[in-house]
Every structure is written in C-alpha cells, then in structure tokens.
C-alpha cells in the first residue's frame, strides 16, 4: 500500500440530511450537540485533510450501522467497541477543529437551540 494523498471529494451540507440531523440532536441535548456540529463542520470543511475525512467518516459509519464487531448485548464489553469509534472521532475532531469550524457550528446550534435568555 503507498502513502499517496487520497482522493476523497468533500461532502457538500446538501448532502446532508440536516432535518433528521436536527432531530437527532434535539433529542440529545444541546450540550451533546456541540461536538456533534463541530464534527459535522470539520468533515464539511475543504480545508480538513482526505485521510481526517476519511476516518472521520469510516467512524461514523461504524458508530452508525446496526452490526458491530462485538454485540452491543454483551455486559461491559458490547460498548467497548462504539466507544473506541467514538473517541478516535472526538480526538481527530479536537485535533482539527479549527476557529472557523466552532463559529459555523456555534450559529448552528444557536439556530437550532435557540438560547434560553
């Protein structure tokens, strides 16, 4: 395998379904939107790197689908796996994220939860 750059077209918000999104994240709370938004923004964003993309990508899509590698059902450990999907996508994220991405996805949220004042 070389390590040539990866040719991976960036996602237009178009291609996103920001209504089921919404839905979503209404249902979590504003306070699990946050981070929700700021990944949604760096994977949208033409700047992150292909292979940050992609593996923001291939965790979500793990997160997301109803198999996983270790049953959900099992105690203790059926977690484990969602949880290393999860902490490699919040650590790219961290790593990424940039202050254009927080002000996109900070408007976002205020839109979407509008501030209790």
Known sequence: MGTGPIDTPVLESTEVDEGALRRLLRRAGRGLARPALECLELLLDPQTPPQVRLTMLAALTYLLIPTDLIPDFIPAAGFSDDLVALTALL????????????LRAQRKLDRWFPPVR
């Open 91 to 102: 650590g790219l994220c961290a790593q990424h994220r940039t202050e254009s991405i927080r």
